[in-house]
């Protein structure tokens, strides 16, 4: 792919935080207008002790940045793991964030490399923000997934010896799904520690980008309209939902009954797909799998609102998902922190489903509690 400039980081930074600051709730009259906007407001009112854990929280470091070509971002508060970054969530009132390397993470160095790497990213968080803000991060681990074997220790080495929650993965690996036999290990292991995958976007292959995405009239390829189409505007929403079907129909789950995984963006458009993908796949994999279709987004997935912070997908998704398996995020520094707390407080929601998602659920999956204050 094409290298993106500082314009098209801006723009994707754009598109990543779609509907951010807008109101979030089903076009009304102006009649009921400011009846809802009152309703929304007692309802914040009361939520304004709501506790939140971020379960989709961002960072990078200047050598991190290097290897993938992303120095355009230092701007933007990735690296900053101090200060300014506490000081926003105490503006938003986020008491935890799990910590997340930005996509691609370290999964395209191959070799030592990578493993070398990974285990030096991830004892950054542990030296570092976990060390000197005891309680107020928690974090994902870092894998060297060129080599599955090398990531399931590196995964069973920080949740034993660093207390990391799980780990992170972004979009495709080279030219491989989880669902390849190679990343057995991996699986087998996340399901062994009782940990959980978090499946986060990722960019797409050069070959995927060239059929799907690069077909823009060129005059406007210096607006990046292509690449921003097949990442955060829309690409890679569709395909984390692609790998996790491909994980059901596989059999991961048949495999590793166990093994939990995390997407995040309201699930990535899934809402909009369920009973559609839950019909036409529940037809074809009826003696081919274990249990009904459906039966595995409730037994072992879990999805994230980050960056969506609008009631209408959020009751889509909870029209098919139990509020049990849906967890609070805010896919920061891309997403203002504050702009998605205070979009949740005003959620109409019963206090008791929204202590679920905004903290209860997060406490559940990691084993971890909000620090006292």
């Not at 971002?73 to 964030?97: F, K």
């Not at 559609?276 to 009904?292: C, D, Y």
Request: charged content about 25%; aromatic content about 10%; overall charge negative.
């Amino acid at each position: 792919m094409k290298s993106m400039g500082r314009r098209g980081f801006l723009t994707a930074a754009t598109a990543l935080g779609i509907g951010a600051g807008l109101s979030t709730h089903a076009i009304v009259s102006a009649a009921d207008e400011d009846e809802t906007s009152d309703k929304t407001s007692d309802i914040s009112l009361r939520d304004q002790d709501l506790p939140f854990i971020g379960t989709e929280e961002t960072f990078s470091t200047h050598e991190l940045m290097v290897l993938n070509d992303r120095l355009f971002l230092e701007d933007t508060g990735l690296a900053e793991l101090g200060p300014r970054r506490i000081g926003a969530m105490d503006e938003a009132g986020l008491n935890v964030q799990i910590l997340s390397a930005h996509t691609p993470g370290v999964q395209n160095a191959k070799g030592q490399k990578g493993i070398d790497f990974a285990y030096r990213l991830n004892k950054t968080l542990v030296d570092g923000p976990m060390a000197t803000y005891p309680g107020r991060f928690q974090a994902f681990a870092t894998l060297p997934l060129q080599n599955p074997e090398a990531s399931a220790d590196e995964l069973e080495r920080t949740v034993r010896e660093d207390g990391f929650l799980g780990c992170l993965t972004n979009g495709i690996i080279g030219k491989k799904f989880l669902d390849h036999p190679d990343f057995e290990p991996l699986l087998a292991r996340a399901e062994s520690l009782d940990v959980p995958i978090y499946i986060h976007p990722g960019l797409p292959p050069d070959e995927v980008f060239e059929i799907y995405y690069s077909n823009m009239r060129p005059e406007y390829q210096k607006e990046f309209q292509d690449q921003v189409l097949s990442i955060s505007a829309y690409g890679w929403h569709q395909e984390v939902v692609t790998q996790c079907l491909r994980m059901i129909t596989s059999g991961v789950f048949d495999r590793h009954p166990k093994l939990q995984i995390i997407i995040g963006h309201m699930g990535e458009g899934l809402p909009f797909f369920y009973k559609r993908i839950v019909e036409k796949m529940g037809e074809v994999t009826e003696k081919s799998l274990k249990k009904p279709f459906e039966q595995y987004f409730h037994d072992n997935f879990w999805f994230t609102t980050s960056a969506f912070p609008q009631t209408e997908l959020l009751d889509l998704l909870l029209q098919h998902i139990s509020v049990d398996r849906v967890m609070f995020a805010t896919d920061y520094p891309f997403a203002n922190m504050k702009t998605q707390t205070d979009w949740f407080r005003g959620v109409d929601l019963p206090r008791e489903a929204k202590e679920k998602i905004a903290f209860r659920n997060a406490e559940i999956l990691f084993g971890i509690k909000i620090p006292l204050k």
